[in-house]
């Protein structure tokens, strides 16, 4: 994934100095950087409707010149009714932790699960290379934590050029999130404009992205 990223914030000059731990890449400074300056979970919007989005680099918008054109973003200026209450940390997924410390899906399914919400797990494609029991029990966990929010829709990964294996952890997790009563939302068809680094969206794939999402939470009478 993109080395330079920011959690949270659009558009604004990062000052802060963090020191890189042993053996990180230097992206975490910048994530960290954004932690410290405006905390680790977002507000966009001022809709009654509450949504969570727990996510990765795709909710974070990685990569994007302006992180105000991620999806996340899109789907707020798309449904005014909603207020996104965002958790994203690049790098990250269900079984893998980010290279930044402890920020896997499983790590962070507490802080972002809350009741009167509808709950989005967005990720998977930092999951490609975990182990299938190893993705299977860290889903699990996930979903098991992730019950007490009043509804939850599963994202899966994107197809993308530059990552192999997207198919089976999209089976992993519709077979979950079907065990669990979640809904399920394969993205593996959708087509999203990619950006130069095989992986990520373009600032008209997050657009697209949020239409995606936008209609799939119509679809199942939500947010």
Known sequence: MAAAV????AGVAVTAVVIARPGEP????DIRA???QYGEIETLGSGPDGVTVLGDSYSAGDTLDDRGHRWTD????????VTVTLDAVPFTGY?????CGANSFVDRVDRAASEGETLIIQGGLNDVFARATTLEAAVDEVFGAAEVADAVVVIGPVDVPARDGEVQ???ALRTAAEEHGFVYVSALEWEIPIAGDGVHPTEAGDRRYAERVRDE???????
Request: net charge negative; with cysteine; charged share 20%.
């Open 6 to 9: 920011a959690v949270v914030a």
């Open 26 to 29: 230097p992206g975490c400074d």
């Open 34 to 36: 954004y932690q410290q």
């Open 74 to 81: 899109v789907l707020v200026e798309l449904e005014p009714e």
């Open 95 to 99: 079984a893998n932790r980010g290279a």
């Open 169 to 171: 952890v999209d089976a």
């Open 217 to 223: 939470l119509a679809a199942a009478r939500l947010p």
